[in-house]
């Protein structure tokens, strides 16, 4: 799937603000709301992979908050994330894992 085909069936799954970085946490465009990882729930994520240029490749994560914000943070795979993005992703993986055991 392309990136804009995950981004419409996310819409389609009520996933429809997106999630910026900012800090520790993640703010949402919908709300204006600073959320901090620990009122975040990774629900899903899907990558993109082009084929191409491995520079194209990106992955679409949909994020809840506890309020019931849904939304997506995208993220390219490549070499140059951002740090604080990759932390943020990190602990929502492992905050997951810690859920599901």
Sequence with gaps: ???????????????????????????????????????LRLVHSNSTDNGTDPGDDATLYMIEAKDGTKGVMIIPNSFNVDPKEARLIDTLRQNRQNSAS
């Design 1 to 39: 799937m392309t990136l804009a085909e995950l981004q419409e069936n996310a819409k389609e799954h009520g996933f429809e603000h997106h999630f910026i970085c900012e800090g520790d946490g993640a703010r949402s465009d919908g709300t204006g709301t600073l959320y901090q990882p620990e009122d």
